[in-house]
């Protein structure tokens, strides 16, 4: 028997180990068995090579759990080690000192075991005791075991083991009994070790009979050692592709279409990345893309490794040129990984393009399903923007599609304003818009749906990419002014019949929640209707905007901004000015005699003190002023208390009202029975 001390500068490994790779410490499995994977491949190398003249046999890596012993053991029918090779690959750590490490190293636990090649040692973070249990390939090798407790000392000694390989037998810790737990072992074993080079098994497998799960005696194998990533993809059927989509995400709708990676120069990758379809939201959830090594798994948190909106596609990357045992942060600063997220954003967007080219129709008819995912990387990746303003679409309201380019050139004809600026005009709900759209077809305009969860912030993106161009709402004005071609015409009311008329409307407008109105008075034909609701294009899109803009929250707060345009040359607006004027004309001819009276003092106190700097003025100049204010307040006032309670007793100015909140889906409730018991009673 040989005893002896590890060969580290410090006695304190261990205590290392468990204390700065605990977060990770399920990884040690991993480790396990691709330590016992790669001594199996060596051996299957060396019989390719004419070096080794024996049998293969099976070469099947077998975890093994004891719950009684307290044990799990990894064992392999690979290369082996003698004692000497135990001397050389285990006892030797060599690493410059305690302090050093744990200043360099303390955040990075995956990193820790990768520089120091300390794959082994994390058996450690999760037994009390390990063995292993050895017998080289080499003809009239010995077996040999080692044995150590976590401390710095080690046995080895002789063994009885008739066939070659190894089994590493980890004797679990108290503080770590969920590894005795078989749902646990498979779990991981599943997440880490499903695609691994060399059949890995974990049990027997089961089935039904007898009416419980018994164990057959076919062994459980976990993993497919040859993932369809690895094969030839002139040899893969649609199905083929369907079948492992499936496999790899069993809840998962059929995907869209795949695109199957193949490279090998700068760097090798190869993986399978398939479009899910994803309409009602971001599904940025991690573990959609798995990053494999040599088809062992490294992370499924590719956040930062890849450009964000890949997040949302669904598969598998495996390149060798990804470090194994590294962390994520070296990962995201890692060059090769940089070159992999360009290579792989160019094979996206080539690939979506050739679609588009090669089979328009079918990529139209996937587009509601493509549209978050393109709009999501135009937002996020200038390079990807570059590239999808080729196959990124319009889509309006018959349902018909357009490039940016088709689009522009089908209405730049009559969509330009008298500036000479483009005007796309877009919808975002059919029904609730209905009277809009139809407005500004009748004006020969087309316009766009855009319905989707980013067009907001894409329709903010598009009026910087395109030249002197413009998004408006179709409802975000009265019809002449979303694309005015001339200068605005002015309604022939008299300042004093416009501010009774704004009155009238003004002062019977419902109180909603977060809703602020505002009334204007325009001339707009005899034709056109004779009260509509817009929303302010710019707060609407402000606070929509501030849903995904943390820093805009504050505009999530404000109320909603509605303008009612009344249309001075209706008729029923004229009759209802008419009617005002008649019937509140006797008691408003005092009240706006005195209201000329203040507003000409108050005028003629600004005037004469417009002439002098603030600080010039005495307090007695600013007491005249704010009471001729104060006294011009008093009078309106009064104007409009006169005008509030006349208009309370007009039918046909409710009406109106009520007509345009109906039409904008803001008549509910209480409102809207009235409406409809004063609409019944207008027809008697």
């Not at 992370?299 to 040129?321: A, N, R, W, Y």
């Not at 005007?423 to 316009?447: F, H, M, P, R």
Request: glycine share 6%; hydrophobic share 35%.
């Amino acid at each position: 028997m040989q005893k002896g001390n590890i060969g580290v500068t410090t006695e304190n490994i261990f205590p290392v180990i468990k204390k700065f790779l605990y977060s990770d410490h399920e990884i040690f499995l991993r480790e396990m068995v691709s330590n016992a994977v790669d001594a199996t491949q060596k051996l299957k190398t060396l019989k390719a090579n004419g070096d080794f003249n024996g049998e293969e046999g099976d070469l099947t890596v077998r975890v093994t759990l004891n719950e009684k012993e307290k044990t799990l053991t990894i064992s392999d029918r690979g290369i082996g080690m003698t004692a000497e090779e135990i001397d050389k690959y285990i006892n030797q750590i060599a690493f410059s000192g305690v302090t050093d490490f744990l200043d360099k190293y303390k955040d990075q636990a995956n990193q820790i075991i990768g520089h120091f090649g300390l794959g082994f040692y994390s058996s450690f973070m999760v037994s009390e005791r390990v063995e292993i249990v050895t017998r080289s390939w080499q003809e009239g090798a010995k077996a040999v075991r080692w044995t150590c407790d976590g401390s710095p000392e080690f046995t080895i000694e002789d063994a009885e083991k008739k066939d070659r390989g190894t089994d590493i037998i980890l004797h679990i810790a108290d503080d770590c009994k969920e590894f005795l737990e078989k749902q646990r072992i498979e779990s991981l074993l599943q997440k880490y070790c499903k695609f691994m080079t060399v059949p890995v098994s974990f049990g027997k497998r089961q089935e039904w009979k007898d009416g419980k799960m018994q164990d057959t005696d076919d062994d459980n194998i976990i993993n497919n050692v040859e993932p369809l990533w690895t094969k030839t993809p002139s040899t893969l059927k649609d199905e083929d592709y369907k079948s492992f989509y499936r496999a790899l995400y069993p809840m998962q709708d059929e995907p869209l279409f795949w695109i199957h990676l193949n490279v090998d120069y700068p760097f090798n990758l190869t993986g399978i990345l398939y479009f899910p379809r994803v309409k009602s939201s971001i599904e940025l959830q991690p573990g959609k893309i798995q990053l494999y090594c040599n088809q062992v798994f490294v992370t499924d948190q590719v956040e930062g490794i890849v450009p964000q909106f890949l997040t949302l596609l669904h598969g598998v990357i495996d390149s060798p040129d990804i470090p194994l045992n590294v962390s994520r942060s070296y990962l995201q600063s890692d060059a090769n990984v940089k070159k992999i997220s360009t290579y792989i954003t160019k094979k996206v967007a080539d690939r979506l393009k050739s679609i588009f080219n090669e089979n328009r129709k079918e990529y139209e008819e996937k587009w509601d399903d493509l549209k978050l995912f393109i709009n999501y990387g135009m937002l996020t990746e200038e390079s990807f923007y570059d590239r999808a303003k080729d196959f990124a679409l319009f889509k309006d309201i018959e349902g018909k599609y357009f490039t940016f380019d088709e689009y522009k050139t089908l209405i730049e004809g009559e969509q330009k304003d008298k500036d000479g600026t483009l005007v796309y005009l877009y919808a975002t709900d059919k029904d609730e818009q209905y009277a809009y759209i139809e407005a500004a077809k009748q004006k020969g305009y087309s316009v766009l749906l855009m319905d989707g969860q980013l067009d907001t912030p894409v329709v903010s993106m598009l009026e910087q990419k395109l030249e002197k161009s413009r998004f408006t709402r179709v409802d975000g004005d009265i019809i002449e002014r979303l694309i005015p071609k001339e200068d605005e015409k002015k309604t022939e009311l008299t300042t004093e019949e416009t501010d009774n008329l704004s009155a009238v409307f003004n002062t019977q407008l419902p109180k909603l929640d977060k809703a602020e109105f505002h009334v204007e008075v325009q001339s707009l034909g005899k034709q056109a209707q004779p009260v509509v609701i817009t929303q302010s294009e710019y707060m609407r899109r402000m606070k929509e905007m501030s849903r995904y803009q943390t820093g805009m929250a504050f505009y999530g707060q404000m109320p909603d901004m509605y303008t009612l345009v009344l249309n001075s040359d209706h008729p029923l607006v004229k009759r209802v000015l008419g009617d005002t004027t008649a019937n509140t004309a006797e008691a408003l001819k005092p009240i706006l005699a005195e209201l000329k009276g203040q507003e000409a003092r108050l005028a003629a106190i600004r005037q004469t003190q417009d002439k002098k700097k603030y600080d010039e003025l005495t307090q007695e100049d600013k007491d005249m002023k704010a009471e001729a204010e104060k006294a011009v307040e008093e009078q309106k006032a009064k104007r409009t208390e006169v005008i509030a309670n006349y208009a309370k007793g007009n039918d046909i100015v409710h009406q109106l009202i009520d007509l345009a909140l109906l039409q904008n889906g803001m008549l509910k409730g209480a409102a809207l029975s009235a409406f409809l018991q004063r609409s019944v009673s207008m027809i008697k």
